[in-house]
């Protein structure tokens, strides 16, 4: 299994502006991925981020409006830039890259944009 | 593209009753298929995992059954608690497991003490 950790747990933002968070893993990995929830939704794939590569976006999803960075195979960070209200929602961050591919997440960062 | 659907929605059962909550896929070519539990504004936490070539997965008072041909899933849970009380979602990813899990909506279950 994998320890995950999110920071923050939580934050209430302004219109227009950007916030970037952060997810840490207690082991090697390599892939991690991004997901929202909006609220009272199941979770939506942002996008899949390789350490030394580009990050693979979804359908719908921008690298424009969801910056990330993957610097090493422990952490990675998504950026929710120019924010609006649309955009309040729970992001995870989870891995799973070995067999069976049992999929772990964090505890989730809770965004309100006001 | 996969799609998955959880019935039912929401449910209420009295402490003691035996949960039955259903997950259904419409491609079969899964290669595993996992269920997590989620307690409100919180993260997912993993339950089960069943691999494609297996028909049910065991921990403690839950069960998970996996029928690919049908693209049906079943999780089982014992004598519920009100520690049950959360949402609980299944989740598939490609044959080629590269783990971008499609969800269902889940199913929010609350256990009455």
């Known amino acids: 299994s994998a320890v995950i950790s999110q920071k923050p747990s939580r934050d209430i933002c302004q219109r227009g502006t950007s916030l970037t968070i952060q997810c840490q893993v207690d082991?090697?990995?390599?892939?991690m991925f991004w997901y929202r929830q909006q609220p009272g939704q199941s979770l939506t794939l942002i996008a899949t981020a390789n350490q030394g590569s580009e990050a693979t976006y979804e359908s719908g999803f921008v690298i424009d409006k969801f910056p990330i960075s993957r610097p090493n195979l422990t952490f990675s960070t998504l950026t929710v830039s120019n924010m609006s209200p649309e955009d309040s929602s729970i992001y995870l961050c989870?891995?799973?890259?070995?067999?069976?591919?049992?999929?772990?997440f964090g505890p989730g960062t809770r965004l309100t944009v006001t | 593209k996969q799609e998955v659907t959880q019935i039912p929605a929401a449910l209420s059962v009295p402490e003691g009753e035996n949960l039955v909550l259903n997950c259904s896929f419409t491609d079969s070519a899964i290669y595993n298929l996992q269920w997590f539990r989620q307690d409100p504004g919180k993260g997912l936490t993993s339950l089960l995992l069943i691999q494609s070539s297996q028909r049910e997965q065991t921990s403690g008072r839950l069960n998970a059954s996996l029928d690919k041909s049908s693209g049906r899933s079943t999780l089982y849970i014992a004598a519920s608690q009100p520690g049950d009380s959360a949402t609980y979602l299944c989740?598939?990813?490609?044959?080629?497991?590269?783990?971008?899990?499609?969800f269902g909506k889940g199913n929010q279950v609350v256990v009455i003490p």
């Open positions: 082991s090697q990995v390599t892939m």
């Open positions: 989870s891995v799973g890259d070995r067999e069976p591919y049992e999929q772990y």
């Open positions: 989740a598939v990813p490609p044959f080629y497991g590269n783990n971008r899990l499609a």
